[in-house]
């Protein structure tokens, strides 16, 4: 069964501690991986796409890379503002769907 | 660019009533459009694909008679909760994916979400 799993549940940093979430899956056939970041009460924002191994995609202090069964979400060096659940999903098929992993909750101290 | 809205944002509603959710592509068009629903600290779970023009997509354990979608126009799908029960109060999240232009754009882009309370 497809399955996408996120590590840590939880993540506390201190402003300026770098750190990595990651994003497991189990898949026959990935037709592309997301990040999305959620705040509390709102939708999922978009961030990346990734969709072969090898590749990275940067946006300010975020950076997503992918291997051909994990990807990496980096943080570096956080703010208290990019405190938010980061979720990855992936698309195993021609539909378009997307599965959804628990996601990691990401808590930035000044 | 690729806005969705949701309206309403917030919903209170007596047992046994109906309600209904619009979601909107603002600024491109969306033959595909997605409805999730999340429940506190858990993760989305699909509830439906919605294609213009054609009937739903139900996912498995979704009861199709209870959940209406139409999704009548590119920008445009609703979300009608029929007879609804304390146990449909929810946060209902909408999201849509830009009709193929020849790239490969397979990115959905979410509204904001609907908070529904079912007293």
């Known amino acids: 069964e497809d399955q996408v799993t996120q590590s840590p549940e939880a993540l506390r940093l201190q402003e300026g501690e770098s750190s990595s979430l990651n994003c497991s899956y189990t898949v026959s056939g990935l037709r592309g991986l997301f990040w999305y970041r959620q705040d509390p009460g709102k939708g999922p924002e978009f961030l990346f796409t990734?969709?072969?191994a090898g590749e990275e995609k940067e946006k300010e202090r975020l950076k997503a890379t992918l291997t051909k069964k994990e990807s990496f979400l980096h943080i570096t060096a956080p703010k208290p503002e990019d405190s938010a659940t980061y979720l990855c999903?992936?698309?195993?098929?021609?539909?378009?769907?997307?599965?959804f992993g628990a996601g990691t909750t990401v808590t930035v101290r000044a | 660019g690729a806005v969705v809205s949701q309206h309403p944002s917030w919903v209170i509603c007596k047992s046994g009533t109906s309600v209904k959710i619009e979601c909107r592509s603002l600024d491109f068009q969306a033959t595909t459009m997605f409805w999730y629903r999340q429940f506190p600290k858990q993760s989305l779970m699909l509830m439906a694909t919605s294609n213009e023009g054609s009937k739903a997509t139900y996912e498995q354990g979704v009861e199709k008679d209870k959940f209406l979608i139409n999704h009548a126009s590119l920008t445009l799908s609703t979300l009608t909760v029929t007879s609804a029960h304390p146990e449909d109060s929810s946060f209902y999240i909408c999201?849509?994916?830009?009709?193929?232009?020849?790239?490969?754009?397979?990115?959905?882009?979410f509204g904001p979400g609907t908070r529904l309370t079912v007293t």
């Open positions: 990734l969709y072969s």
């Open positions: 999201s849509a994916r830009e009709t193929d232009m020849g790239s490969r754009n397979y990115e959905q882009y």
């Open positions: 999903a992936v698309r195993f098929s021609n539909d378009y769907k997307l599965s």
